[in-house]
């Protein structure tokens, strides 16, 4: 096993009170994002069963990180990171609302549901983008593969392991029911951030464009090569995951997919990934120093390229729910070291353009995911596509080379 990985041991400190507030605040807002984006297909394919018009939503709800990310950065730079993450989980919980309103007016159609996804997913780039890098702000840096797992498992278990199932139980009971919850969800996630106290915006040494500031955080990605590196890994990754989960529900649900599952059925599959990615959460921290985070790396690929390729292999659900799992653990350990690595990496007062910047390379692949993922299962069907997302997956273990023990511990001392 590798034991050249020279991080320091972590601080076992307590992670503090303003941390585990932002703990409680994230674990609530995922809850509702995990109900609202398992209802917001279920409802559309009552409108359509088109591969095109479904992949679409998902298209929509993440373009923002194509066209937005790098603004939000820059805005997570310039003003207070809480205050940010407060103004998005707002409009997220009205937006749900506004839907139901929608509905009792009998406006709704798929059209409007694209609104709602769009609009949903520039709140989530400005939130997210922030909640990342207000982290070491409230830890200290030796902590952060700690805080960010423990951050995850709540994540990852509200969003996957409650919410899916969860969002098609109200789904089941009621259309009004599924989206008023996660609206609800939201507000509360915005008091629980409310109790945070302290100022999280960074103190400017001097007067910049947004422009300036957009581009200084894109070269220092760009310098960086581990960073770069595995931002464009990472982007490939969202990319095929992307098309392949853009159009599960098809593959997954009704009387005439191939697994015909159900709705609570659905929601409860998903949860696989979930279960697993909660554990991996815990194993982190762990696996690091125990494997080497590039020997880890390549195992996470794998486990990448059998978690998007698994519905070409079987539509048995207890199948795909035992590859769901590990695909999640390993997904997780990928999450946890490249997060951190970029926390510790970015000094704070570039932290949020690094993350969009990354994150523009990253997440900006996902809705072009899943327009080519919509396009591919319209020629050659569902499962080639998902095949063909897990071989791309798996092809990323040529850049393994770039991302050495040694590269990395350099990169992470500041080399």
């Not at 409680?24 to 209802?39: E, R, Y």
């Not at 700690?146 to 899916?164: K, S």
């Not at 070409?312 to 653990?329: E, T």
């Amino acid at each position: 096993m590798a034991r050249d990985f020279v991080q320091a041991e972590p601080t076992k400190a307590p992670l503090g009170s303003p941390y585990w507030k932002l703990w409680t605040s994230s674990g609530l807002s995922n809850l509702a994002d995990g109900v609202f984006k398992i209802a917001l297909p279920l409802l559309a394919i009552q409108y359509t069963q088109s591969p095109s018009l479904i992949a679409g939503l998902a298209f929509v709800a993440t373009l923002p990180w194509l066209l937005f990310a790098l603004t939000a950065g820059a805005l997570a730079d310039r003003l207070d990171r809480r205050r940010l993450m407060l103004i998005a989980n707002l409009t997220r919980a009205a937006l749900p609302a506004l839907l139901v309103g929608v509905i009792l007016l009998n406006l709704e159609s798929i059209w409007a549901l694209y609104v709602v996804a769009l609009l949903v997913g520039l709140a989530e780039t400005l939130y997210d983008t922030s909640a990342q890098s207000i982290m070491p702000q409230l830890v200290h840096r030796d902590q952060l593969s700690r805080a960010n797992g423990r951050l995850y498992a709540v994540e990852l278990t509200t969003n996957q392991f409650i919410g899916p199932p969860l969002g098609g139980l109200l789904l089941a009971a009621g259309v009004i029911a599924g989206f008023l919850v996660p609206a609800a969800l939201w507000l509360a996630a915005v008091g629980a951030l409310f109790l945070v106290g302290g100022k999280f915006r960074i103190e400017r040494e001097q007067k910049t464009t947004l422009r300036y500031d957009i581009a200084e955080g894109l070269r220092f990605l760009w310098n960086q090569k581990i960073l770069r590196t595995l931002a464009v890994m990472t982007g490939t990754f969202n990319f095929a995951a992307s098309a392949a989960f853009a159009l599960f529900v098809l593959f997954a649900v009704g009387p005439t997919s191939a697994m015909r599952l159900s709705d609570v059925g659905f929601g409860i599959l998903l949860t696989a990934s979930a279960a697993g990615s909660f554990i991996g959460s815990f194993l982190a921290e762990w696996a690091e120093r125990f494997f080497g985070r590039s020997r880890l790396l390549a195992l996470t690929i794998v486990g990448g390229s059998l978690f998007v390729g698994a519905p070409a292999l079987s539509d048995n659900p207890y199948v795909l729910g035992a590859l769901f799992f590990v695909g999640g653990i390993l997904i997780m350990l990928w999450n946890v070291i490249t997060v951190s690595l970029r926390q510790r990496i970015a000094p704070d007062r570039l932290l949020g353009r690094v993350n969009s910047a990354y994150r523009l390379l990253a997440w900006g692949t996902m809705p072009l995911g899943a327009a080519a993922g919509g396009l591919l299962a319209h020629w050659f069907g569902l499962q080639v596509m998902f095949a063909i997302m897990g071989l791309l997956t798996l092809a990323l273990l040529a850049l393994m080379p770039i991302l050495t023990d040694r590269a990395i511990d350099a990169a992470d001392a500041g080399s």
